[in-house]
């Protein structure tokens, strides 16, 4: 099947998308049914469209009947034509069952770690965690939960600041205030010099996590 990629930027600027954000390379949205069983009717709905449209993205569905949608399309390492086709035909069909969309849930964490080495320790993270190595060097959950965790090269051992950190990605209009909240919940802005594709915060005794988006990388 061919695929047309499309940038985050393009994704984002589509009419009829504004229940979706884009987050990674991946196309999120959240949907709160009116019920259990109407957030069902939803996941099989969604399961049938995309079925006709050969194009599947992963689903999940809890209580109290919250549905979660990401997009992506494997192909092309991104976003596509495809997915923003049925990341369409998936809000009418929310829209059918009474479900509200809450684009502001989207949100995908990664662990990363900073190493010499990442072929001498990437072995025993897979082992502690049961995970996969994929094609980048990266480790993902094969049961599709666990957070991603990836590992950042350095031309020198870090001894002055940790060397493991958590990457939370989130909607880029979202960006501003949960950087903020952060900063008042205790927080302090390491540095904002890669902004808008990340900024480095820390808490009270220096663990670092990066706040990222899609906004001002390569290929957006």
Known sequence: MPYTEITAEQFTATEGLDDWRVVLRT???????????????????IADAAEAADHHPDVS?????????????????????????LAHHISQLAADVG??????????????IDTMDADRIRPFWAAVLDYREQPDGSLSDPRGFG??????????????????????????DLAEARLDA?????G???????????????????????????QDRAGS
């Not at 479900?99 to 990363?112: C, L």
């Not at 965790?149 to 880029?172: G, I, K, Y």
């Not at 952060?182 to 205790?186: D, F, I, R």
């Open 27 to 45: 196309a999120a949205a959240r949907f709160r049914a009116p019920s259990f069983p109407a957030a069902g009717r939803l996941v099989a709905a």
């Open 61 to 85: 569905l809890t209580y109290p009947g919250v549905v979660r949608v990401a997009l992506t399309t494997h192909a092309v390492d991104g976003l596509s034509t495809h997915d923003a086709d």
């Open 99 to 112: 479900a509200t969309a809450e684009p502001m849930a989207a949100q995908i964490v990664e662990i990363a």
């Open 147 to 172: 957070a991603p965790v990836w590992f950042q090269q350095m031309d020198e051992p870090r001894t002055e600041r940790n060397r493991f950190h958590l990457d939370v990605s989130v909607p880029h």
């Open 182 to 186: 952060a900063l008042a919940a205790g």
């Open 188 to 214: 302090t802005l390491v540095t904002d010099r890669y902004a808008r594709s990340f900024w480095v915060l820390a808490d009270a005794e220096g663990n670092e996590v990066c706040i990222c988006t899609w």
